[in-house]
């Protein structure tokens, strides 16, 4: 098992993903980390390929066991799900919200059949999903119910810098009750054992603060005091290796200098702002606490500039590298 295979559904139609998918497929570097099996449309990756000038056969298969893969090849498993004729790149659809569910659907299924090692995703459009009345919000959501998962844990990862959420979307108030004793020894346990599993032997993680300098021993809010610092005693109590809370205006920047193997930010925005900051372009969102691993790009469909042949296939490119790199840890398979 030289390079774990990985499952790449190409997302909302009308958006970049068919674009970055075909961009990434393109660069031979990729290859290299692990064999692809996109799960897609054939027509609207040939019109990808056309407006993104980009030359790839597409080797139309079942099974990933049927892939012919080498640089230049792209195996795709073709719903043929979408009327090209009807496709309006750059527009909310309920045709391509649908067909992007049955990407997902399809590419879940061959991690759940152990036909391929990560779920890799592209991107996703909200209001087209709500247009084919799917009922989940997001990739998340999405996975979560297909895999019988009823907590899905989300890290984010750049560079080195590793990011937990307490939270993610609700409002920033609700965000604020969440953070509870026993929520955060809930998370502190969940991310700790996340770490294991990619392979970090005794993780080191950090609890950012909520207020601004953790409240000031209670000067201005009550969260760490009555639950962040009871929540990281009790966790050390357990023998983790946990420190908290660190103001959030420094806590990132010295897990980025190795500090630390993780924060666990206490709300959406916190974390998503450090770890965009660093790199925007590689700030890869990996999903874990399922039965199987997901990594995908952290942007949007991009619905203002689709179509157009400008989007970066970089965030792609890292959501492959990070797949395949943490792919030996998470799969029994390549350690017998």
């Not at 030289?2 to 068919?18: K, V």
């Not at 937990?164 to 108030?173: G, Y």
């Not at 032997?201 to 950012?208: D, F, G, S, T, W």
């Not at 969260?223 to 983790?240: D, L, S, Y």
Request: charged letters at 20%; one cysteine or more.
């Amino acid at each position: 098992m030289n390079r774990p295979i990985l499952a790449i559904p190409i997302g909302d139609a009308a958006g970049i993903g068919p674009e970055i998918t075909v961009k990434a497929l393109a660069d031979k570097a990729v290859h290299e980390m692990a064999q692809l099996v996109v799960v897609g449309d054939k027509k609207v990756l040939e019109q990808a390929m056309a407006f993104s000038k980009v030359i790839l056969t597409i080797n139309c298969i079942s099974d990933p066991r049927d892939g012919n893969f080498v640089s230049g090849v792209l195996n795709l498993i073709n719903l043929d799900n979408i009327e090209i004729k009807q496709l309006k790149v750059g527009s909310v659809q309920a045709m391509t919200g649908k067909a992007a569910y049955q990407y997902i659907e399809a590419a879940t299924r061959l991690c759940l059949d152990k036909k391929a090692h990560v779920l890799t995703t592209t991107c996703i459009n909200k209001e087209s999903l709500q247009a084919a009345k799917v009922a989940h919000i997001g990739h998340t959501e999405i996975i979560g119910a297909l895999t019988g998962t009823k907590k899905p844990l989300t890290m984010f990862q750049v560079h080195n810098l590793r990011v937990f959420f307490l939270s993610r979307h609700v409002s920033l108030r609700q965000a604020c009750e969440l953070v509870t004793k026993d929520n955060l020894a809930a998370f502190i346990d969940q991310s700790v054992a996340a770490l294991k599993i990619l392979g970090v032997k005794n993780p080191r993680l950090a609890i950012a603060g909520l207020n601004p300098h953790s409240g000031e021993h209670g000067l201005f809010g009550r969260e760490e005091v009555e639950a962040v610092i009871p929540a990281v005693a009790q966790a050390r109590k357990r023998g983790i290796n946990v420190e908290g809370p660190i103001g959030a205006d420094s806590v990132f920047h010295f897990a980025l200098k190795g500090k630390c193997d993780a924060v666990l930010s206490l709300y959406h925005d916190q974390g998503h702002i450090a770890t965009k900051m660093v790199d925007f372009e590689k700030t890869i969102s990996i999903t874990l606490g399922m039965p199987i691993l997901r990594t995908s790009v952290d942007h949007g469909t991009a619905l203002d500039i689709a179509g157009q042949g400008i989007a970066s296939p970089v965030s792609l490119i890292e959501a492959i590298r990070l797949g395949a790199e943490y792919a030996p840890f998470f799969n029994q398979e390549f350690n017998q």
